[in-house]
Structure formats: structure tokens, C-alpha cells
């Protein structure tokens, strides 16, 4: 049997031990691409399979010391550990690897990030890459979010976690479909809802507590100067640039307005279905069911809007 052969047997069967001897005695089959199968390296096929020892020892060794390998696909090994849900891996690889690969994306635009959206069980592995550079707000080749992968994976915990990292709940993929579209049951669409309310009292809460820019000089100034002055300078201040008064009301009425937009986009306005998916083809019914032959908006007698199948 070849070594490289016997390598990629060794990693399958997660035995440290045969690993190290085998590149004690090969050195040079330390990456041991195989391109019959993606050209994984020794590297993603332990990421994949969460072998931890063995993915320590391979970067110990010097795996991914001066370029970061990628498959075929583009996949780097922590994408692979992101998807599969190996979190102790994935933390080894950002915080262990020489060549950083949070930042990097595959063939379909996907990132860590993403990946780790999609798998319920990355959640844990979502703090650590935003703590270490992941952008909250990349998008795919198809204009998806992280927060759209999460949704449409029905990962209710990474949902949250990206909403209070500072994810856009109203970004709009190509398809010009929101995260909340991607909802797979009523539950989950409720829960969404719920948790986007709750980023924007959070938000609002923290904006009331932020001092216009300048006023505390000003405020200092008028104190100074005699009595309440300051206050009425600071007011004046705020109305000459618009802080707080009717341009603040101004200013949360259209974010309520955009909020509720946001929360009752159910009905796509151009074939009237909920879509998939991010990346796939079949057209779903409105709760995630297969799909209708179409679909017809009514009102009933209270004047509330339904939808019909037929």
C-alpha cells in the first residue's frame, strides 16, 4: 500500500500515533493532496472529521505555515470544520494556524461564518469568528447573509447571536428576499420576529443613553457663563442640528416604518411564494410545505388580508 495511501487511512481512523510515524518516516507527504477527491489535504480531511490531535499535530508540523490550502471547491479546512459542526476544531484552526482563514471565501461566496451558520451545531464556533475578523454582514455570490443561512437553517441561537453582533435583519438578497423570508415553520418566523423587536428596543435603549457630540462643552460653557444658560444653549444646539425633538420622532417613525417592513414581507412580489433556500431551486409553499400550484391574496370580512391556494 503507498504511503500517501496509508496517510489519509491513518487520519480516517483518527490514530495519532500511526500519523506521526508515517511523517516521521515521509516528511514530504505532509499535505498529501489527493486530487481524485476535491484535493483535500491531510489537514481537511481531519478538520471534516474533528480530529483535533491530529489537526494540532499537522500544524505542528507545518501544515498551512505559509499558504492556506483549499479544495477544489476553494473550501479552506476551517470552512470544512464550520460546516460539519466540529467547533474544537474550528477554534484550533483560528487561533492555532499561521495563515489566518477567517476573512477567505469558497466557489459560492461562502465564508466560515456562513458555513457555520447553516450547522446548528457551529453555533458555538459564531462568537469566536467574529471575535476574530468574520463580517457580520458578507454576503454569497447570491447576495445571502449569514443571517439569511442562519434563518433559513432554522439555527434560531446563531440568528441571535448575529442580530446582536449587528446584523441587518431588513438586507435583502438579489432576490430582493429578507432573512425573515427564509423562516422554515411558524415557530421559527414568530421567534425571528420577536428577536428582531427585541435588537431594536435594545438599540433605542442605548441611543437614549448617548450625549449629542458637543453638548457637554457647551453645557460647561453656559454653566460658566451664568445659571441655565448653558441648558438653553445646548437646546438650542440640538434644534439648530436636528438632535432629539420632532427630527428624532422623525427619525424612529421612518425606523419603525422600515422595521414593519421588514417583519411583513411574506409574499414575494414577483411569483407570490416564499422562496427556498439560499441556493436552491424549488419554490416552497408559504410555511416551508411543497409547493402550491399558485397562489391568490384575498380579504375576508374583517378587512384582513389571507392567502388562498389553488
Same mark, same amino acid.
Request: hydrophobic share 35%.
Given at each position: 500500500?503507498?504511503?500517501?495511501?496509508?496517510?489519509?487511512?491513518?487520519?480516517? /481512523?483518527?490514530? *495519532? $500515533? =500511526?500519523? %506521526?510515524?508515517?511523517?516521521?518516516?515521509?516528511?514530504? +507527504?505532509?499535505? &498529501? @493532496?489527493?486530487?481524485?477527491?476535491?484535493?483535500?489535504?491531510?489537514?481537511?480531511?481531519?478538520?471534516?472529521?474533528?480530529?483535533?490531535?491530529?489537526?494540532?499535530?499537522?500544524?505542528?508540523?507545518?501544515?498551512?505555515?505559509?499558504?492556506?490550502?483549499?479544495?477544489?471547491?476553494?473550501?479552506?479546512?476551517?470552512?470544512?470544520?464550520?460546516?460539519?459542526?466540529?467547533?474544537?476544531?474550528?477554534?484550533?484552526?483560528?487561533?492555532?494556524?499561521?495563515?489566518?482563514?477567517?476573512?477567505?471565501?469558497?466557489?459560492?461566496?461562502?465564508?466560515?461564518?456562513?458555513?457555520?451558520?447553516?450547522?446548528?451545531?457551529?453555533?458555538? /464556533?459564531?462568537? *469566536? $469568528? =467574529?471575535? %476574530?475578523?468574520?463580517?457580520?454582514?458578507?454576503?454569497? +455570490?447570491?447576495? &445571502? @447573509?449569514?443571517?439569511?443561512?442562519?434563518?433559513?437553517?432554522?439555527?434560531?441561537?446563531?440568528?441571535?447571536?448575529?442580530?446582536?453582533?449587528?446584523?441587518?435583519?431588513?438586507?435583502?438578497?438579489?432576490?430582493?428576499?429578507?432573512?425573515?423570508?427564509?423562516?422554515?415553520?411558524?415557530?421559527?418566523?414568530?421567534?425571528?420576529?420577536?428577536?428582531?423587536?427585541?435588537?431594536?428596543?435594545?438599540?433605542?435603549?442605548?441611543?437614549?443613553?448617548?450625549?449629542?457630540?458637543?453638548?457637554?462643552?457647551?453645557?460647561?460653557?453656559?454653566?460658566?457663563?451664568?445659571?441655565?444658560?448653558?441648558?438653553?444653549?445646548?437646546?438650542?444646539?440640538?434644534?439648530?442640528?436636528?438632535?432629539?425633538?420632532?427630527?428624532?420622532?422623525?427619525?424612529?417613525?421612518?425606523?419603525?416604518?422600515?422595521?414593519?417592513?421588514?417583519?411583513?414581507?411574506?409574499?414575494?412580489?414577483?411569483?407570490?411564494?416564499?422562496?427556498?433556500?439560499?441556493?436552491?431551486?424549488?419554490?416552497?409553499?408559504?410555511?416551508?410545505?411543497?409547493?402550491?400550484?399558485?397562489?391568490?391574496?384575498?380579504?375576508?370580512?374583517?378587512?384582513?388580508?389571507?392567502?388562498?391556494?389553488?
Amino acid at each position: 500500500i503507498p504511503p500517501s495511501t496509508r496517510l489519509r487511512r491513518a487520519i480516517l /481512523l483518527n490514530d *495519532v $500515533l =500511526l500519523v %506521526h510515524r508515517i511523517l516521521k518516516n515521509h516528511p514530504l +507527504l505532509l499535505h &498529501n @493532496t489527493d486530487y481524485t477527491d476535491k484535493s483535500n489535504t491531510s489537514l481537511h480531511l481531519a478538520a471534516e472529521a474533528g480530529f483535533t490531535e491530529i489537526v494540532h499535530l499537522l500544524l505542528t508540523l507545518g501544515h498551512d505555515a505559509t499558504e492556506v490550502s483549499r479544495t477544489t471547491e476553494h473550501n479552506t479546512p476551517l470552512m470544512l470544520a464550520a460546516k460539519h459542526g466540529r467547533v474544537d476544531t474550528g477554534v484550533l484552526l483560528i487561533t492555532q494556524c499561521k495563515t489566518p482563514s477567517v476573512h477567505l471565501r469558497n466557489a459560492a461566496g461562502l465564508d466560515a461564518l456562513a458555513l457555520a451558520a447553516t450547522c446548528p451545531n457551529s453555533v458555538a /464556533l459564531i462568537p *469566536v $469568528l =467574529l471575535n %476574530h475578523g468574520a463580517r457580520v454582514d458578507g454576503v454569497d +455570490l447570491d447576495g &445571502n @447573509t449569514a443571517l439569511h443561512h442562519a434563518s433559513a437553517s432554522g439555527s434560531l441561537k446563531a440568528s441571535r447571536i448575529l442580530l446582536g453582533a449587528g446584523a441587518n435583519p431588513q438586507a435583502m438578497n438579489y432576490s430582493d428576499w429578507t432573512p425573515l423570508a427564509y423562516s422554515q415553520t411558524v415557530a421559527a418566523e414568530v421567534y425571528f420576529k420577536n428577536l428582531i423587536q427585541e435588537d431594536l428596543v435594545q438599540k433605542r435603549s442605548v441611543q437614549t443613553r448617548i450625549v449629542p457630540r458637543g453638548s457637554e462643552d457647551l453645557l460647561r460653557r453656559g454653566l460658566k457663563a451664568g445659571g441655565g444658560g448653558g441648558v438653553r444653549i445646548v437646546q438650542q444646539q440640538q434644534e439648530e442640528e436636528g438632535v432629539g425633538g420632532d427630527a428624532g420622532d422623525e427619525g424612529e417613525n421612518e425606523e419603525d416604518q422600515m422595521i414593519g417592513d421588514a417583519l411583513k414581507r411574506h409574499w414575494s412580489p414577483v411569483d407570490r411564494r416564499r422562496p427556498g433556500t439560499p441556493g436552491g431551486t424549488t419554490p416552497r409553499h408559504e410555511w416551508g410545505s411543497p409547493p402550491l400550484l399558485s397562489h391568490v391574496r384575498t380579504k375576508s370580512g374583517d378587512g384582513r388580508t389571507r392567502a388562498e391556494s389553488g
